[in-house]
């Protein structure tokens, strides 16, 4: 049980161009889905909080406008990386918690802008 | 605030050896303590947790105390394996905070056969 797909798992797009990575949970409902971001060989750093029919809370740093969430149901989240360039180059992970304090990992997403 | 001090690496082990991994914390409020491990080119995945203080979680071989009183939860594993090379990554939530987790640095550990 508890298991998050991703999805695309890799994908490479060109500078200026949009991508949308897709988080499910599979077997649960999520009342929260969050997004991070791994640089290669760091830890993770939260992007932000989406809760289903609200708006996203981002962290401080996190431009809204580039990166668009949209949690559209209770196992449904997306991010989409607006007019992406290299430096948004990254491996995305997203997870998702049925509440409380446990959070479930999807496999992750490797950006790759050309 | 919230923050999760973890032993740095990279650990490099022959297989059966003994693994010990430290990870202290602070936090504002009462924590849950997670470990977490990522394999290469994957996401994380809950190795164990613990969510009151002496808990011990454990799972495949690994284990971790909450110490309250020196607020760590120390990863441990008697003999590891070559399946065992991972990044580990110590964390903590507070409900404070709406349980968002706050990650150590992560440790790469490697198993020599």
């Known amino acids: 049980g508890a298991v998050v797909s991703q999805h695309p798992s890799w994908v490479i797009c ?3 161009t949009s991508v949308k990575i897709e988080c499910r949970s599979l077997d649960f409902q999520a009342t929260t889905m969050f997004w991070y971001r791994q640089f290669p060989k760091q830890s993770l750093m939260l992007m932000a909080t989406s809760n289903e029919g609200s708006k996203a809370t981002y ?3 996190v431009e809204k406008d580039k990166f668009l969430i949209n949690h559209a149901s ?3 989240s997306t991010l989409t990386v607006t007019s992406a360039h290299p430096e948004d ?3 995305y992970i997203c997870s998702a918690t ?3 304090y446990e959070q479930y990992f999807g496999p992750g997403t490797r950006l790759t802008v050309t | 605030g ?3 001090t973890q032993m740095e690496g990279p650990v490099t082990l022959s297989e059966e050896a003994f693994l010990t991994i430290n990870c202290t914390y602070t936090a504002t409020g009462y924590p849950s303590l997670f470990w977490y491990v990522q394999y290469p080119g994957e996401g994380l995945q809950l190795l164990l947790k613990a969510t ?3 808990d011990k979680g454990s799972n495949k071989g690994f284990e971790a105390t909450y110490r309250k009183e020196t607020t760590s939860f120390h990863l441990e594993k008697g003999s590891v394996q070559v399946s065992d090379s991972a ?7 507070v409900y404070s905070n709406d349980y968002k987790l706050s990650f150590g640095a992560g440790t790469t550990v490697t198993v020599r056969a």
């Open chain 2, 2 to 4: 919230n923050s999760v």
């Open chain 1, 74 to 76: 209770l196992t449904l």
């Open chain 1, 89 to 91: 180059s990254s491996f």
């Open chain 1, 14 to 16: 060109k500078s200026g």
């Open chain 1, 98 to 100: 049925p509440g409380l």
């Open chain 2, 87 to 93: 990044v580990y990554f110590c964390a903590l939530s």
């Open chain 1, 59 to 61: 962290e401080q740093g």
């Open chain 2, 52 to 54: 009151k203080a002496d």
